[in-house]
Structure formats: C-alpha cells, structure tokens
C-alpha cells in the first residue's frame, strides 16, 4: 500500500464535499449507562430470544432473501396498524429508506426541506444524494415556525419535505394544524418521520389513505431493535412503486426478516417496554428541571432535551458525564439554537435515579 499514491488519487477522484465531511459518529461500545442514542434500554425476554434462535436456525443463508415479503407486510401491516390501501416498502432500517427517496425524487440541484435542528441524517442522505439541503431555523424556544416553514416551501419549492413527528433531537411534536399547512402547501412530497410514535401516542398513519402527498416513515430502532436494521415506508401504492426502483436488490436480508416476524409474535413485549420509557419520562423530565441553571423541553420522544445555560455549560457536563461513565449526546456546538445542549435518552429508572444523582454531583461541586 502506497499512502503518498492513494492520498494523491483520492484527491484528485473522491468528491470534494466527501473527503470534507466526517463520517457519521458511531461511539464506540463502552461500559456504563449508554443514554445517548435512543435506545430501548430493556433487553428481550427469554421466551422472544428463544422464538428468535429458532426462526434464524431455520433460514436458508445460502439462498438471497426472497423476493416475494408478502407474510412479512402481513405481519407488519398487523402490528404496526397500517391502512391496507398503503402500499408498503422495507429497508435496512429507515436511514436506507430516506435515501431512496432523495434517490427517486431529486434531480442533482433539487431542494430537500425540513425545520432545523432536525434529524442529522436528512442532511447527510440529501447531499449524499446531490440534492440541496434547506433547513428551516426553529423558534428560540425550539418550536415550529410555520411562516417561515411556510415561506421556505413557497421560495424553494422543494421535491421532498421532511418532517419529524416528534422532532429529533428536540422532542416536540409539531401541531396537526401546522404539518395540516406544510402538507397543504408543498409541490412534492412530504414524508412524515415517526421514528419516535411509539412514545408519543399520535399518528398520521389513519389519514394516509387521504393524504396523496405524503407517506409514512417508521423505525423499529426506537422500540427496542436498533440492532436488527429495519424501518418502513408506508404510503400510496404509486409512490412505494417508484422507490421500489431504486432499493437495492436483497436490501433486508434474511436473518433480519426472520427474527422480526419472530419478535412481532410477540408485540406486547414490544409495547410494554414502550409504554414504560413514555412513563419514565416525565419524572425524569420533571428531576432534570430541578436542577440548577436547567432547561427542559417538552418531549413526545423517548429522550429530552436538556439546556445547560448556568456553570459548567453543556460541553463540560457531558464530559463530567463521560468521565462517571454515562453518555449522552451533546449537541452544545451542533447548532447556535442548541447551544449548552444534552439529549438524553429515557433509561431504566436505575439508570435515570443515577443520571440525576451524577448531574447533581456535577452541578453542585462546580
Ligand atoms: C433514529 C431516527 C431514524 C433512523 O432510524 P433507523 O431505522 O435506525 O435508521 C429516522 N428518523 C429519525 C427522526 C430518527 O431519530
């Protein structure tokens, strides 16, 4: 391996705002409280481990997965409440899903929109995609600005509109009147991200079938199997059959396949462990703004966001976390309105009871 030839050629064959871009940060595994991706804390019973050791036995992995996903929209369609006009569309999770869109939609140049600070990846897949990227500045408050919204949309004209429901890394969720607006007022598509529905009791899904401008886009890395890489788009047969174009062959392999029609005989696990996060929330919420010098926003997630606008800011009280071995994701320098921000995920009421206690530690000793 020549260094000096590859750096050479990289420069002079590798896109310039690739090789200017830092790779989508996955922190490394670590010991401790892990509070810092929206992961469901809770682990799989052994009844559901047991279903999945014997799904997966039973797999053919020296044959492509199928191409026909029939049972699988079946058991999907069940557990997740989806209108059977939707047509449906499955990738290795929903991150695979919003690049297709971008994909299928935009010719290079073309605007992709949504209110800012939003979800990170919608810029990333965007650009990745030669498409621009506007993003649409939230109140002070960290709220929906429909005008401005409004007056994007009207400006830009964009082929595709993301919208969180709630809104990550933020929490809230934005009125039915307003996304009502949006969806009134775009040229294109409209996709409406509800990674995080299960926490906030609130769905779009129903009205599908009378929204021909928009779908639906759901994860199941939030309710406890990020680790399995599966999301789904739910939207009008015509529009899943374009993004069907450009899904790569054998997207969702067959392990994946087998191990979710396994665990989803098994939903009430899954909703149980929801219902418990959505639960825990609000007294951890309520524990956070105890706190001195704390700002907490309003959350239909499973996490919160927390400003830490006293002494020490946000930058040193997430490594004063780190260093007690408890992450969390700081957004202080992400954006000018997040400025002194942590998101923290809703953890079990051990890890939360040791959030708070550490925080206080921190706080106090400053
Ligand atoms: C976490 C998240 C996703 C990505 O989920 P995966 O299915 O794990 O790729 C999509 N949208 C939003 C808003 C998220 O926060």
């Known amino acids: 391996m020549n260094a000096d030839t590859a750096a050479g050629r990289i420069a002079a064959t590798v896109r310039d705002d690739i090789r200017?871009?830092?790779?989508?940060?996955?922190?490394?595994?670590a010991d401790g409280i892990k509070l810092d991706a929206m992961?469901?804390?809770?682990?799989?019973?052994?009844?559901?481990?047991?279903d999945i050791a014997r799904a997966v036995r039973n797999t053919a992995l020296n044959r492509y997965p199928p191409g026909d996903t029939a049972a699988l929209a079946d058991d999907v369609r069940r557990a997740f409440g989806i209108p059977p006009q939707a047509?449906?569309?499955?990738?290795?999770?929903?991150?695979?899903?919003?690049?297709?869109?971008?994909?299928?939609?935009?010719?290079p140049g073309d605007t992709v929109l949504s209110p800012w600070p939003s979800f990170v990846y919608f810029d990333m897949a965007a650009r990745f995609d030669h498409a621009r990227f506007v993003g649409?500045?939230?109140?002070?408050?960290?709220?929906l600005d429909l005008p401005a919204m409004l007056q994007a949309i009207e400006h830009h004209r964009p082929k595709v509109v993301f919208l969180a429901l709630p809104n990550n890394p933020t929490g809230?969720?934005?009125p039915d009147a307003a996304v009502q607006a949006i969806l009134d007022a775009a040229p294109g598509l409209v996709v409406l991200d509800e990674a995080y529905q299960p926490f906030a009791g609130h769905t779009w899904m129903p009205r599908l079938p009378g929204l021909p401008q928009a779908v639906v886009l759901r994860t199941v890395s939030k309710i406890g199997l990020a680790g399995l890489r599966f999301g789904y788009?739910?939207?009008?047969?015509?529009?899943?059959?374009?993004?069907?174009?450009?899904?790569?062959?054998?997207n969702l392999n067959v392990l994946t396949q087998a191990a979710l029609r396994a665990v989803l005989r098994h939903k009430p696990v899954l909703d149980g462990q929801a219902a418990r996060l959505r639960a825990d929330r609000e007294p951890l919420a309520a524990g956070l703004a105890a706190l001195p010098g704390v700002t907490v926003y309003s959350s239909a997630g499973n996490f919160l966001l927390a400003r830490f606008s006293g002494q020490?800011?946000?930058?040193?009280?997430?490594?004063?976390?780190?260093t007690r071995k408890i992450l969390v994701?700081?957004?202080?320098?992400?954006?000018?309105?997040?400025?002194?921000?942590l998101r923290i995920s809703v953890g079990t009421p051990d890890e939360n009871r040791a959030l708070l206690r550490a925080l206080k530690d921190i706080l106090s000793t400053h």
């Open 20 to 29: 200017a871009l830092a790779a989508y940060p996955v922190p490394p595994a």
């Open 136 to 143: 649409v500045p939230l109140t002070a408050d960290l709220q």
């Open 329 to 341: 994701k700081n957004f202080s320098g992400a954006h000018p309105l997040l400025a002194d921000c």
């Open 87 to 107: 047509g449906l569309l499955f990738g290795n999770g929903s991150d695979e899903l919003i690049h297709l869109i971008v994909q299928a939609c935009c010719q």
């Open 172 to 174: 809230g969720l934005w």
């Open 233 to 250: 788009l739910a939207g009008h047969p015509d529009w899943i059959a374009q993004f069907d174009k450009v899904r790569p062959p054998y």
């Open 39 to 50: 992961e469901c804390p809770y682990g799989l019973p052994d009844a559901v481990r047991d």
């Open 312 to 322: 020490p800011g946000g930058n040193a009280v997430h490594l004063a976390l780190k």
